[in-house]
């Protein structure tokens, strides 16, 4: 699906991918994330090759170095909104549970959810969902947020205010964000905008192809 | 991911669909409560049949009676007897000697004639019941006031005295009532043909217990130099014996009560031992002990030789119920295997953001395990309690009928590690058949994340 594509991101940039469905967009990100494997060529995320990782190597680079938020959300619905940040806590082996209560609640408080914390998934709006998951992919402090059609599911004002989280976060935290969206508001506020169409990256505002 | 961490998930998981829950549970609890109500009921019934066999005392009893053995039946169970030979106290210390015998109970016995269940009037003596319906004159003299009336006897037997704190050791099956509390000697037990000398069928046995009898014996040398004594007792149970023939059971102080007093001609007399019980160290113990038994000079009988035929058809049996109840339990792991495959369908996509934010193939694999362990052990409870709870009402019906016939119930017999391996083998089983699924979870790859 993917051929001769060359990507660089530099650390702290905000990106959009945008392109027709089908064209590869998330194959991309699952890529970049760790979650699928090349069939060739390399990936370098933060100074890791992901072509020499595998099985453990791979899930301890994907609990410490990305954090990804899905348009489904994909939260534990068994789980609180507290309980599905500490999840992310629990994996990267933070053993008090005193201290990822501390820190889950302070990540909610953070994205606006302080008043929800033992509300489960649904029981919470579209857009107080994408906050949760947002709150937990930035639990571990991440080098890199991987967003893919993170307004999909949302009206355009909530779409608005994930947009405006997920900029100040990148922010705050530092970290690169690169989000792959069909909505062209959110795609206009990344400082590069990258179009995938027929299997080629085309730079469409900000940086070179 | 640790264990702690995976059993909340997994006890979350369980309680977000806890109809599919319920049902998987309820299947695991029916197998087990099937298997375990099988198996007590199997183990009841071996101790029952079993107990019957040895004539309700210790497998490993066997009865020695005051005769020289008989070298031509020595092999057989119960063989026919030789001539007398007593049993002396030093012959029962010998017994006691022997290689692989855990006790010796020797059994006292007197001859008594059972007079109505009244005290007797003053000045009252009795008759052999050989000469009962002749009612007239004295038959004897005696410790007891001048005789003034002739009494007819209800019944001419032995009195049999023993250890009964070792009862269940001894040939002894209750039908009604208890066994005379220790030491007592104004306490007995009876036997059916006390009840049929009443006119009483075996059914009837509670209606004895509570009234009274009195016990007479000739002490001494027959003729004037003998003396009679009364004793007055309390019947407080009916049971079936085989310890020696007699049809009054009673502690040992009592047949001592009765010989305790001199005659008038000075003499005093103790109690016959009428035969004893030896308690092999095991089972497989018990023909090396007869024979050690017959070298010294008496014979035995032990139903050792049928208990082990009858042991072996009762293990048979056994096996074909377990065999029931894990075919039960098979199903119900087939159940178990269905519901997490189900699980783990629905929750691909969840499976899959476990793996993206961090999680390990042996953290899912941790998490399904433990949902399938969780539902084998609440099934294995449920069904532990529903199957010995099961087991319990059909022994309580069994006992009503045969109460209802005379005869004695059974006492539920629970193996002490069924309700621990009914448990532990729920979830055994649980986690072997949630195992495949668990392994199925574990290896979904990440990108199921984001698929859709």
Same mark, same amino acid.
């Given at each position: 699906m993917l051929r001769d594509i060359s990507l660089e991101v530099a650390e702290g940039e905000y990106v959009s991918l945008v392109g027709p469905s089908g064209s590869g967009k998330t194959t991309l990100l699952s890529l970049i994330g760790g979650l699928d494997h090349p069939q060739s060529g390399q990936i370098l995320v933060g100074g890791h090759d992901l072509r020499t990782l595998s099985g453990d190597g791979l899930a301890a680079f994907r609990r410490e170095t990305v954090g990804f938020v899905f348009q489904h959300f994909g939260l534990l619905e068994a789980l609180t909104a507290r309980e599905n940040v500490e999840l992310a806590l629990t994996l990267a082996g933070v053993s008090s549970a005193r201290q990822r209560h501390h820190r889950a609640s302070g990540l909610l408080h953070r994205v606006g959810l302080g008043d929800r914390l033992e509300h489960r998934p649904t029981e919470l709006s579209g857009g107080e969902r994408q906050r949760v998951a947002i709150a937990r992919a930035i639990a571990n402090s991440p080098r890199v947020i991987l967003a893919d059609e993170p307004t999909g599911d949302l009206d355009d004002n909530t779409a608005a205010d994930v947009g405006d989280l997920l900029e100040q976060l990148r922010e705050e935290e530092g970290c690169t964000l690169v989000v792959v969206t069909h909505h062209r508001r959110l795609a206009a506020r990344a400082e590069r905008s990258l179009t995938l169409e027929a299997g080629d990256l085309i730079e469409t505002r900000g940086g070179e192809r | 991911m640790s264990w702690r961490d995976a059993l909340t998930l997994a006890g979350r998981e369980i309680r977000r669909r806890p109809g599919r829950a319920a049902l998987t549970v309820l299947a695991v609890a029916l197998a087990s409560a099937l298997l375990c109500a099988l198996l007590t009921i199997a183990g009841t019934a071996r101790t029952r049949v079993l107990s019957q066999l040895s004539h309700g005392g210790s497998l490993a009893g066997i009865s020695v009676e005051p005769n020289a053995p008989n070298p031509s039946e020595? %092999?057989?169970?119960d063989p026919v007897p030789g001539p007398p030979n007593p049993l002396t106290p030093a012959a029962i210390a010998q017994i006691g000697r022997l290689k692989d015998v855990l006790t010796v109970l020797p059994i006292v016995a007197a001859p008594v004639e059972l007079l109505p269940p009244a005290a007797p009037p003053a000045g009252s003596t009795l008759c052999p019941s050989s000469s !009962?319906?002749?009612?007239?004159? !004295?038959?004897g003299g005696g410790l007891d006031p001048p005789a003034t009336e002739v009494m007819t006897p209800l019944l001419t037997t032995s009195a049999i005295g023993a250890d009964l704190g070792r009862v269940n050791a001894l040939p002894i099956t209750l039908l009604a009532g208890r066994l005379p509390i220790?030491?007592?000697?104004d306490e007995v037990a009876v036997d059916e043909q006390y009840l049929s000398s009443l006119g009483l069928s075996a059914s009837r046995a509670p209606e004895v217990v509570g009234t009274r009898v009195v016990l007479a014996t000739s002490v001494g %040398?027959?003729?004037?130099?003998s003396a009679t004594r009364f004793q007055t007792a309390e019947i407080v149970g009916v049971l079936d014996q085989e310890? %020696? !023939?007699?049809d009054i059971v009673a502690w040992p102080t009592l047949i001592e009560t009765l010989y305790s007093s001199e005659t008038p001609a000075g003499e005093s007399a103790d109690p016959p031992i009428q035969g004893a019980v030896v308690i092999a160290k095991q089972l497989s113990e018990v023909s090396p002990v007869r024979a050690a038994i017959a070298g010294i000079g008496y014979s035995t009988a032990a139903p050792v030789g049928l208990i082990i035929s009858v042991g072996r058809y009762l293990h048979v049996v056994e096996l074909v119920l377990s065999g029931i109840g894990i075919v039960a339990l098979a199903i119900a792991a087939l159940g178990i295997a269905n519901a997490l495959f189900a699980a783990v369908r629905e929750r691909r996509r969840e499976i899959g953001v476990l793996k993206a934010i961090g999680a390990r193939d042996r953290d899912v694999l941790r998490v399904f395990l433990i949902e399938a362990g969780l539902l084998g052990v609440l099934g294995g409870l449920v069904g532990t309690v529903i199957g010995i709870a099961m087991a319990a009402a059909i022994a309580a019906n069994a006992n009503a009928y045969l109460h209802s016939q005379g005869l004695g119930g059974v006492a539920l017999s629970v193996p002490w590690p069924l309700p621990f391996g009914g448990v532990v083998g729920a979830c055994a089983v649980a986690l072997v058949a949630g195992a495949l699924p668990a392994r199925r979870a574990a290896h979904l790859p990440a990108r199921e994340a984001v698929d859709a």
């Open positions: - | 020595a %092999t057989l169970d !009962s319906g002749s009612g007239t004159g !004295s038959c220790a030491g007592s000697a %040398t027959a003729g004037p130099a310890m %020696t !023939s007699g």
